[in-house]
């Protein structure tokens, strides 16, 4: 480590800067995995987002386990530790300053409660596949230091008449005991019955009960549903959110950025970095960041351990001529 970095942390705090110690924290974090020290960067990684909990043995607050469906066949939900951090994304800086924003005003909630302004507590997350709403979730629960409480949609819709929304109350109960992050993902999903999957008077009846039963929510989760469906908007169901935030497809200077930042604790040489942005136009985030997975990848298996150019260039046109 770096004395330069151990001064860092020491003048952030003093200054009480959580900021400027987690940067220091993940270049520390970054160096380690460098040196192929994996278990150390991944206790390290794993201490910075739980905020020093032992996350192993559990969160400090003790919830049952998640409900299952009426049958006791499904789970509803699964509670999981967060890996990710706002750093590891690259997004638009509305999007970005939003997120940061929504961060700051849960720690604030006190605050507001006791000035009776409304928290914004329900979040929808929308935008073509690939562009990091699911990420983005979970980057909200680690820079929270909450657990991510996915919501398994596929368990709670229900082809048995008032079965979807009683499978919404129990998980909603659920979210009821402790602070976490709830994440409905594929939240169009909660209108698809299980036996037809089209219809879409039904899909626009669930949504509307979930917004109703969630319209009093008052508890100590923050609730995001993330959607690449635009029948939501369509609908005008978004008003029913206490904030819309938008992903949109990357531009070729933050797929730039987001190839350097997944190269940052790699080992690479002769990479034309600026070519590859180019080329990658118009694809979502996960596009760019596959096509760094799989130079990597390359040139693991001619046995180097630099990336070197011939590994990007095979892997891009896999990369451009698939589906996105
Ligand atoms: N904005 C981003 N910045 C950095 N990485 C991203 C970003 N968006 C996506 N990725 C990467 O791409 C992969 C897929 O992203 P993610 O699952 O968050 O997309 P999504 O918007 O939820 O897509 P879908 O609509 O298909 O659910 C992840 O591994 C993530 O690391
Ligand atoms: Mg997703």
């Not at 929808?124 to 699911?134: A, D, F, S, V």
């Not at 009683?166 to 169009?188: G, W």
């Not at 039963?213 to 690449?228: E, F, I």
Request: glycine residues 6%; hydrophobic residues 40%; neutral net charge.
């Amino acid at each position: 480590m770096a004395g330069r970095q151990l001064k860092e942390i020491f003048r952030a705090y003093h200054a009480r800067d959580d900021l400027a110690f987690r940067r220091a924290a993940l270049e520390i974090i970054e160096e380690e995995q460098a040196k192929h020290h994996n278990a150390l960067a991944r206790d390290l990684q794993k201490l910075l987002v739980a905020g020093g909990r032992p996350v192993d043995s559990g969160s400090t607050v003790v919830v049952p386990l998640p409900p299952k469906d009426r049958e006791g066949e499904w789970d509803l939900g699964e509670v999981r530790e967060p890996n990710r951090l706002f750093d590891d994304l690259v997004l638009h800086p509305n999007v970005a300053t939003a997120l940061e924003g929504i961060v700051d005003e849960v720690r604030k909630w006190p605050s507001l409660d006791a000035a009776g302004i409304p928290r914004r507590q329900k979040l929808l997350l929308q935008g073509p596949p690939g562009c990091g709403k699911t990420t983005a979730a979970e980057a909200v629960a680690g820079e929270l230091g909450r657990p991510l409480l996915i919501v398994r949609l596929d368990a709670v819709v229900s082809s048995y008449l008032g079965e979807t929304a009683s499978n919404l109350r129990r998980i909603l109960d659920y979210a009821d005991q402790a602070p976490f992050v709830v994440l409905f993902d594929e939240f169009d999903a909660l209108g698809r019955s299980r036996d037809d999957a089209s219809e879409h008077g039904e899909m626009k009846r669930v949504v509307t009960a979930f917004l109703q039963m969630t319209d009093r929510y008052r508890g100590p989760s923050l609730l995001l549903a993330a959607t690449n469906h635009p029948t939501l908007l369509d609908e005008a169901l978004w008003r029913r959110f206490d904030e819309v935030l938008s992903f949109g497809l990357p531009s070729v200077h933050q797929i730039r950025r987001l190839i350097r930042l997944r190269l940052r604790s790699v080992s690479h040489t002769g990479m034309e970095i600026d070519r590859y942005a180019s080329t990658l136009r118009g694809l979502p985030h996960a596009a760019a960041e596959k096509m760094v997975l799989d130079a990597r990848r390359n040139a693991l298996l001619r046995n180097s351990p630099v990336v070197e150019r011939e590994d990007a260039e095979k892997a891009l046109p896999l990369i451009t001529s698939r589906p996105w």
